[in-house]
């Protein structure tokens, strides 16, 4: 099975800036749809963005619009998530995951979960 592993979590103060990357190990991630969720405490875990192997589509919540980028250069490569302009709201564990396409927001095609990493943004 594919093995993700994410990094760049940290704490920033709103209008900072992070970059997550998403690794995978036991497999490359290309043919993978790969997705950015994140889960607040106390509230379900929601879509971020998401980059399909297939095209070079990329789809994004619309809280996130404007201001974070996913990016894929090549198979060997992580799926890196750019986050700008980073508000109190965006804090939370963000998850990478990697599926098989669809419904790209939809948590429930992607079998292949991380471990998830830390972000949080001060007012």
């Known amino acids: 099975q594919v093995q993700l592993v994410e990094s760049g979590g940290g704490l920033v103060q709103a209008g900072g800036s992070l970059r997550l990357s998403c690794a995978a190990s036991?497999?490359?991630?290309?043919?993978?749809?790969v997705g950015w969720f994140r889960q607040a405490p106390g509230k379900e875990r929601e879509f971020v963005a998401a980059?399909?192997?297939?095209?070079?589509?990329?789809y994004y919540t619309d809280s996130v619009k404007g201001r974070f980028t996913i990016s894929r250069d090549n198979a060997e490569n992580p799926v890196t998530l750019q986050m700008n302009s980073l508000k109190p709201e965006d804090t939370a564990v963000y998850y990478c995951?990697?599926?098989?396409?669809?419904?790209?927001?939809?948590?429930?095609?992607?079998?292949?979960w991380g471990q998830g990493t830390q972000v949080t943004v001060s007012s």
């Open positions: 980059i399909p192997w297939e095209t070079d589509d990329t």
């Open positions: 995951a990697a599926g098989y396409g669809g419904a790209y927001s939809d948590s429930r095609r992607y079998p292949f």
């Open positions: 036991g497999r490359t991630l290309n043919t993978y749809t």
